[in-house]
């Protein structure tokens, strides 16, 4: 096994809060089986469809993430995971792995794409371990 797999680090998605006392959404990744956690700043309408999502709540007109989620479906694409691999200048950078068929394909995503293909059915989200270390400087 590589580096790269030794440092990677499988979180859940634990939910949308509300941080304090900037008043302001982000979404929170939980390391799986341990007590650190991940915030992701997030702007106001992405923390209204996650959270809707999470929920399972159907607004009267499609969102922009139920047309990727329903996309990514009927292409029969399979999300096998995405790891967030860096943060520059408060942005978050993911690579998403994804299979159609008999091709793997590995794309870059920003945070605010991220966000939405993680309520698309990711089998697994990974944080490469230093991740977790720039957030407790």
Same mark, same amino acid.
Do not use: C
């Given at each position: 096994m590589d580096d790269k797999k030794n440092n990677l680090i499988k979180v859940t998605l634990e939910g949308v809060r509300i941080e304090l006392p900037s008043q302001k959404p982000i979404l929170l990744l939980k390391e799986d089986g341990g007590n650190r956690y991940l915030p992701i700043w997030i702007g106001p309408f992405e923390a209204s469809a996650i959270a809707l999502e999470m929920s399972h709540i159907k607004t009267p007109r499609p969102m922009t993430h139920d047309l990727i989620i329903n @996309?990514? =479906?009927? $292409?029969?694409?399979? @999300? *096998?995971?995405i790891e967030i691999s &860096?943060?520059? &200048?408060?942005?978050?950078?993911?690579?998403?792995?994804? =299979?159609? #068929? &008999?091709?793997?394909? @590995?794309?870059?995503?920003? *945070?605010? =794409?991220?966000? #939405? #293909? $993680? $309520?698309?059915?990711?089998?697994?989200?990974?944080l490469l371990l230093n991740m977790f270390l720039i957030q407790e400087d």
């Amino acid at each position: 096994m590589d580096d790269k797999k030794n440092n990677l680090i499988k979180v859940t998605l634990e939910g949308v809060r509300i941080e304090l006392p900037s008043q302001k959404p982000i979404l929170l990744l939980k390391e799986d089986g341990g007590n650190r956690y991940l915030p992701i700043w997030i702007g106001p309408f992405e923390a209204s469809a996650i959270a809707l999502e999470m929920s399972h709540i159907k607004t009267p007109r499609p969102m922009t993430h139920d047309l990727i989620i329903n @996309i990514i =479906r009927n $292409l029969k694409i399979k @999300i *096998d995971n995405i790891e967030i691999s &860096d943060i520059r &200048d408060n942005t978050f950078y993911a690579i998403i792995n994804i =299979r159609n #068929l &008999d091709r793997s394909l @590995i794309k870059s995503i920003r *945070d605010h =794409r991220m966000q #939405l #293909l $993680l $309520l698309s059915g990711a089998s697994a989200i990974y944080l490469l371990l230093n991740m977790f270390l720039i957030q407790e400087d």
